[in-house]
């Protein structure tokens, strides 16, 4: 394993063993059964080292940790014990998200970006109609790329380093502008008033605009529409951040290869790899 990896993954076991998860309040003192051999800090630890050595594929996974990382970690599980485990810690992993969002430099800007991108599910319509999936994602169209696409849409509200704040994944028949709400207003504690949220022009709308300033208390700035007077212009090189995010987590952290199959499955997936995300950010 890489030496920059190997001491983020010192660093971060030590941050959450001592400090992070004890600030959460989480412990497995007092539930019921056994506890599982592979601490909470440890399986923390593997799935941000996973998708930051970019293998999507579970069994891969499995395969490469038990021949390289069983010195460091020797109660490393099988793959349906490790599938289990990631599938059933979709609320832990946002929760330190969040906690490492709030411990770096970028939780205090004032600027806040927000967009979208495709989280695709299957590729075949035999898949679409057999899938646990089925009810849940949708199809549609990703402008960027020039083509259609079946399975969730990942919004996603990061600072301007790029750093993961505020996520959810919406059916993309749903509107950009009701998903984006739903999303701001289940977590509308991480906003701060006054603070500026950019967006592209799928954000223009006016009952959208009058969330964000009323309930929220923020600015939403997005490009100019050409039906509409000059206010913030195009915005090109802003918007270029957090494009530049999820080209990162397409390319390297896998997310389009990320392999789900059911809900649950699906979230903890696209959780591992904002994980992955926060925990590079918050280590430089």
Same mark, same amino acid.
């Given at each position: 394993?890489?030496?920059?990896?190997?001491?983020l993954?010192?660093?971060?076991?030590?941050?959450?063993?001592?400090?992070?998860?004890?600030?959460?309040?989480f412990s497995?003192?007092?539930?019921?059964?056994?506890?599982?051999v592979?601490?909470d800090?440890?399986?923390?630890?593997?799935?941000v080292?996973?998708?930051l050595?970019?293998?999507?594929?579970?069994?891969?996974?499995?395969r490469?940790?038990?021949?390289?990382?069983?010195?460091?970690?020797?109660?490393?599980?099988q793959q349906?014990?490790w599938?289990k485990?990631?599938r059933?810690?979709t609320?832990l992993?946002?929760?330190v998200?969040?906690?490492?969002a709030?411990?770096t430099?970028?939780?205090g800007?004032i600027?806040?970006?927000?967009?979208?991108?495709?989280?695709?599910?299957?590729?075949?319509?035999?898949?679409?109609?057999?899938?646990?999936?089925?009810?849940h994602?949708?199809y549609?169209?990703?402008?960027?790329?020039?083509r259609?696409?079946?399975?969730?849409r990942?919004y996603?509200?990061c600072?301007?380093d790029?750093?993961?704040?505020i996520?959810g994944?919406?059916?993309?028949?749903? @509107? &950009?502008? !009701? +998903?984006?709400?739903?999303?701001?207003?289940?977590?509308k504690h991480?906003? *701060?008033? $006054?603070?500026?949220?950019i967006?592209?022009?799928?954000?223009?709308?006016?009952e959208?605009?009058?969330?964000i300033? @009323? &309930?929220? !208390? +923020?600015?939403?700035?997005?490009p100019?529409?050409?039906?509409?007077?000059? *206010?913030? $212009?195009?915005?090109?090189?802003?918007?270029?951040?957090?494009?530049?995010?999820?080209?990162?987590?397409k390319?390297?952290?896998?997310? !389009?290869?990320h392999?789900?199959r059911?809900i649950?499955?699906v979230?903890?997936r696209?959780? $591992?790899r904002?994980l992955?995300?926060a925990?590079?950010?918050?280590?430089?």
């Amino acid at each position: 394993m890489k030496t920059d990896l190997n001491t983020l993954l010192t660093t971060l076991y030590n941050h959450l063993d001592d400090r992070m998860l004890p600030a959460l309040g989480f412990s497995r003192d007092h539930h019921p059964g056994r506890k599982p051999v592979l601490s909470d800090v440890e399986l923390l630890c593997l799935i941000v080292a996973q998708h930051l050595l970019g293998i999507a594929s579970e069994r891969k996974w499995i395969r490469y940790a038990h021949t390289h990382l069983l010195g460091m970690f020797p109660s490393l599980p099988q793959q349906s014990g490790w599938s289990k485990r990631v599938r059933q810690s979709t609320g832990l992993l946002s929760a330190v998200i969040t906690e490492l969002a709030h411990d770096t430099p970028s939780w205090g800007e004032i600027a806040r970006l927000i967009d979208s991108t495709p989280v695709p599910c299957g590729k075949f319509r035999k898949t679409v109609k057999r899938s646990d999936l089925a009810g849940h994602a949708g199809y549609g169209y990703c402008a960027s790329h020039s083509r259609y696409f079946w399975g969730f849409r990942l919004y996603l509200v990061c600072a301007p380093d790029g750093m993961p704040i505020i996520w959810g994944l919406a059916n993309p028949k749903i @509107g &950009e502008r !009701e +998903a984006a709400e739903t999303v701001l207003r289940h977590d509308k504690h991480l906003i *701060r008033p $006054g603070q500026i949220i950019i967006g592209d022009k799928g954000f223009a709308g006016k009952e959208f605009e009058t969330f964000i300033t @009323g &309930e929220l !208390e +923020a600015e939403l700035i997005r490009p100019d529409r050409k039906d509409e007077k000059p *206010r913030f $212009g195009k915005l090109g090189r802003i918007r270029q951040w957090v494009e530049s995010v999820f080209d990162t987590m397409k390319g390297q952290l896998t997310l !389009e290869d990320h392999g789900g199959r059911t809900i649950p499955g699906v979230y903890s997936r696209v959780a $591992g790899r904002l994980l992955a995300l926060a925990a590079g950010i918050w280590h430089n």
